[in-house]
């Protein structure tokens, strides 16, 4: 079974920095892209920032500037750099491996982790 795991969230006050981690684990092959997404409450999931294998990145126009996505393709592990962080970036942070294959498994399929809490708060 392949899992996905996001750390690296918490608190911190308005103007500050934090940096999210996400592994993927489960007989891994390889997997087409990283995402991360957010869901504030009441409020729909959204992307944030997405990568591919070859390093190909988008960003939703909100943190262009302020976030940086990047990616350890031999550990299958993605990263957020969130800098200048707002209180309207809190919310659950969503870690997802789009297109993974497994080793003897045919096809692809998608994987979610279970989120981080980030909350930006003086």
């Known amino acids: 079974q392949v899992q996905v795991v996001e750390s690296g969230g918490g608190l911190v006050q308005p103007g500050g920095s934090l940096r999210l981690s996400c592994a993927a684990s489960?007989?891994?092959?390889?997997?087409?892209?990283m995402e991360w997404y957010r869901q504030a409450p009441g409020k729909q999931r959204e992307l944030v920032a997405a990568?591919?294998?070859?390093?190909?990145?988008n960003y939703a126009d909100s943190v262009k500037g302020r976030f940086t996505i990047s990616r350890d393709n031999a550990k299958n592990t993605v990263y957020l750099q969130m800098n200048s962080l707002k209180p309207e970036d809190t919310a659950v942070y969503y870690c997802?491996?789009?297109?993974?294959?497994?080793?003897?498994?045919?096809?692809?399929?998608?994987?979610w982790g279970q989120g981080t809490q980030v909350t930006v708060s003086s």
């Open positions: 489960g007989s891994i092959s390889s997997i087409n892209a």
């Open positions: 997802k491996a789009d297109g993974v294959a497994r080793a003897f498994v045919p096809g692809r399929r998608d994987y």
């Open positions: 990568i591919t294998s070859g390093g190909s990145t």
